[in-house]
């Protein structure tokens, strides 16, 4: 049986709950450049435990303050006001945690009851791994499809 131990990725990308929307944008776009997974950042806090998790959605609406009807002058005047909001004022709390031995049928569940990006996984109240859904998606399709299978072309 899989657990989260086999199907997590161990280096991600940190941010702390003080750092400014533009320091997280600065880290969304390090991390596309350097191949890192950015479809969610663990957000720490001052005491180095999980606070949340920072999207790229999550700053997005956050700079643009969430009003989808902006002029291209007054969005870009909108990301200029609000880069100093805090991560800790837009990060999703509240994220599902698992151990290492969460077992794979126990994380596709966490990923089917919401709308989670990741499930950070926790030992001793750090923060060591990340299971996102392109890691789950890969290991169902292992299970669903023969090797002849993984070879279709289309």
Partial sequence: MQT???LMTKRFLRISTEHNLK???ALLLYGEQHKAETAAIAVIDEQGNLAGILTPE???AGLSGLNAHLSQEALSEAVERNYSLTVGQVMKKGIP???KE???SELLLYMR???HECIPVIEESSVIGLVYVSD???QVA????TEEDQGIQM
């Fill in 113 to 115: 009851t919401g709308k």
């Fill in 23 to 25: 320091e997280a944008l």
């Fill in 97 to 99: 945690t698992a151990t």
């Fill in 136 to 138: 789950l998606f890969k």
């Fill in 102 to 104: 969460t077992p794979l």
């Fill in 4 to 6: 989260a131990a086999d």
């Fill in 58 to 60: 999550c700053v997005v």
């Fill in 142 to 145: 292992q299970l669903a499809l």
